[in-house]
């Protein structure tokens, strides 16, 4: 289970962070990441990282601006988001990839980030 937070209104240039707790089979867990979905778009890829090694990859649109991280500990991995603008406004979902499996098989909530200009 996916338990994602920290969405909210933020102004244009503002930072948020999201955070999002995970439990049950987290020992399978191989990668997770963040996905968005603005109103009328397709969902899209934002960025991800390997639970194990902790390497990152992040979507070209986010680039610089985005963070992903995690907290072995806790099963909970973040993703800070800095200087954002107005076509970062979607619903925010984390997801997690186990062990052996090909696609993102566990979804969280989503979490709604609105960004005002």
């Known amino acids: 289970q996916l338990q994602a937070s920290g969405g909210g209104l933020v102004q244009a240039g503002g930072s948020l962070r999201l955070s999002c707790a995970a439990s049950?089979?987290?020992?399978?867990?191989?990668?997770m990441g963040w996905f968005r979905q603005a109103p009328g778009k397709e969902r899209e890829f934002v960025a991800t990282i390997r639970w194990s090694t902790g390497s990152t990859d992040y979507a070209d649109s986010i680039k610089g601006r985005f963070t992903i991280s995690r907290d072995n500990a806790k099963t909970t991995v973040y993703l800070q988001m800095n200087e954002l603008n107005a076509e970062d406004t979607a619903v925010y979902y984390c997801?997690?990839?186990?062990?052996?499996?090909?696609?993102?098989?566990?979804w969280g909530q989503g979490t709604q980030v609105t960004v005002s200009s």
């Open positions: 997801a997690a990839k186990m062990a052996g499996q090909g696609l993102y098989s566990y």
């Open positions: 049950g089979r987290t020992v399978s867990i191989y990668r």
